[in-house]
């Protein structure tokens, strides 16, 4: 955690501080969290939802708010608090953590999305998008996004065969077949079922190691794209979902033949397809 000034203890009035967080959907390091209290007597220009902004010029503005606001402060949430949390509790914990690391206690907190972390010692209201309507938290979550942006380039230098540095640890196409080639590192959200699979029961440990590179990584992507069909990604509207949900389960099929047909990854091919059978059969019972 890392604040602009000393502690206060006492909060000031009409003082608001913008929260919010970067890192939710990665598959790999901690998530982080800031809050800032911006200085209307100090204006910052250009401030907006740090996902629309280049690396550059959030950079270039994170610089600009740790110089001109009354109080600011970064904190995160480990890996493994992560898991044993899960993500959204975890992410509740950092924006906590940013708030309480404020050197000026404010008197209340707008939050990014649909919910308030516990805790914040200050009235609190949740704003869906507000990164990109709320000044103050424009502020944090360029903040937080930053310095989440340096942590995985940091990380790059100690796990450089998985690319944080390019991806900051997303599930990218190249960050999938890394994982495909080499499994998880310690770093990686075990909760997270892209790499949640590597540990189950030992399927994609001895058998996946013993494969083909080509092999193993085609078969830890189809997976990965079960997975994601099964959990109903992209299966908008009861009546549609089963015909779409048969369509893409067909074509998944058809993209994956090659590792069907291999008598090695026979093991995998049995997973995806009971998987799917699962998540076909829960989707008639409700179409019933």
């Known amino acids: 955690m890392r604040s602009s000034m000393s502690s206060a203890d006492e909060p000031h009035p009409g003082l608001v501080c913008g929260v919010d967080e970067a890192g939710r959907g990665p598959l790999a390091g901690p998530v982080y969290a800031a809050a800032v209290i911006l200085d209307p007597a100090r204006r910052i220009n250009g401030l907006a939802d740090s996902k629309v902004l280049t690396a550059g010029r959030r950079d270039v503005l994170a610089e600009r708010i740790k110089e001109r606001a009354t109080a600011w402060s970064v904190a995160f949430a480990s890996v493994e608090e992560i898991d044993r949390l899960n993500i959204f509790h975890a992410s509740m914990l950092a924006m906590q953590r940013a708030v309480a690391g404020l ?11 649909n919910a308030c972390p516990p805790g914040l010692g200050c009235r609190a209201r949740a704003i869906v998008d507000g990164d990109a309507t709320e000044r103050p938290i424009s502020a944090a979550s360029i903040l937080a996004k930053t310095a989440r ?61 013993a494969m083909a590179e080509e092999l193993r990584v085609r078969s830890y992507r189809m997976y990965c794209e079960a997975t994601k069909l ?6 908008v509207g009861e009546r549609a979902k089963l015909a779409k949900f048969d369509q893409q389960r067909k074509r998944l099929q058809r993209t994956y033949a090659d590792v069907r047909a291999t008598e090695d990854a026979a093991a995998h091919v049995d997973l995806v397809d009971e998987m799917l059978r699962k998540a076909r059969q829960e989707l008639r019972s409700k179409r019933a």
């Open 230 to 235: 099964a959990m109903g990604t992209g299966l």
């Open 149 to 209: 942006d340096a942590q995985m380039t940091a990380l790059h230098d100690r796990y450089p065969q998985y690319g944080f540095s390019q991806h900051k640890g997303y599930a990218t196409a190249e960050h999938l077949q890394a994982l495909g080639r080499v499994g998880p590192c310690e770093i990686h959200r075990r909760s997270f079922y892209a790499v949640g699979v590597f540990f189950q029961g030992n399927l994609f440990a001895d058998r996946w190691q």
């Open 103 to 113: 050197a000026v206690r404010p008197n209340a907190a707008i939050i990014d999305g």
